[in-house]
């Protein structure tokens, strides 16, 4: 059984960094590209991050770019989401997501999400 | 970035009832389109890819179809367990973008 599991999430001041973690298990992990997926409260879903099977290739939208930074562990099987210089406006749950393999940037399994909450 | 607008952004409907969400591209996408189905206090699942196809698992009452640049998700008879907001996702050029959501409930 596929399992995406995130942790790392808090109450953190504007301005300051936070490091998410997700641990997957159930698949061959290095042979998937992952990403990060957030909601805001009551909100829409953004996609975040993407990373690609070995790490080399990194994807991010510009409402992160610069601040954002996504790695992977394949001897782990595990997913980071480093975030720096963090505002009001990151606040969400995030989740961690496999992508559909081979056909297309779609995302088959999701984690329970993690809340993050900038605030001061 | 591509936009992707729903509608309607809510809907009442009856058990076995026929639903049908929209989403509608801000340009050509061909066929590189999702729906999700995130049920109260849980995660996103996959329901539909590649305009048509159907994720592993999902029943058959849902179905996706394309006019253009229209997209459509279409639960044939209408279930408890269907009960959610349901997104659509652009896969055709990053950023990936989602619409706002469509909130099914039950009348």
């Known amino acids: 059984e596929v399992q995406l599991v995130e942790s790392g999430g808090g109450l953190v001041q504007p301005g300051r960094s936070l490091k998410l973690s997700c641990a997957a298990s159930?698949?061959?992990?290095?042979?998937?590209?992952m990403a990060w997926v957030r909601q805001a409260p009551k909100k829409g879903l953004e996609w975040v991050a993407t990373?690609?099977?070995?790490?080399?290739?990194?994807y991010y939208p510009d409402s992160v770019k610069g601040r954002f930074t996504i790695s992977r562990d394949n001897a782990k099987s595990s997913l980071y989401l480093q975030m720096n210089s963090l505002k009001s406006e990151d606040t969400a749950t995030y989740y961690c997501?496999?992508?559909?393999?081979?056909?297309?940037?779609?995302?088959?399994?999701w984690g329970q999400g993690v809340m993050v909450t900038v605030s001061s | 970035d591509i936009q992707m607008t729903q509608s309607p952004a809510s809907l009442s409907a009856s058990l076995e009832e026929i639903v049908t969400i929209t989403c509608q591209a801000s340009?050509?996408?061909?066929?590189?389109l999702a729906w999700y189905q995130q049920k109260p206090g849980k995660s996103p699942q996959l329901l539909i890819y590649?305009?048509?196809s159907l994720a592993d698992g999902v029943p058959s009452r849902f179905s996706g179809s394309r006019s253009g640049t229209q997209y459509s998700l279409k639960i044939s008879r209408l279930q408890v367990e269907d009960i959610g907001i349901y997104y659509c996702?652009?896969?055709?050029?990053?950023?990936?973008?989602f619409g706002g959501g469509t909130k099914l409930e039950l009348k």
């Open positions: 997501a496999r992508h559909l393999p081979k056909l297309g940037n779609y995302f088959d399994y």
């Open positions: 340009q050509n996408i061909g066929n590189w």
């Open positions: 590649g305009t048509t």
């Open positions: 990373i690609s099977t070995s790490g080399s290739r990194t």
């Open positions: 996702q652009q896969a055709s050029s990053t950023p990936w973008t």
């Open positions: 159930g698949f061959t992990f290095s042979n998937y590209y």
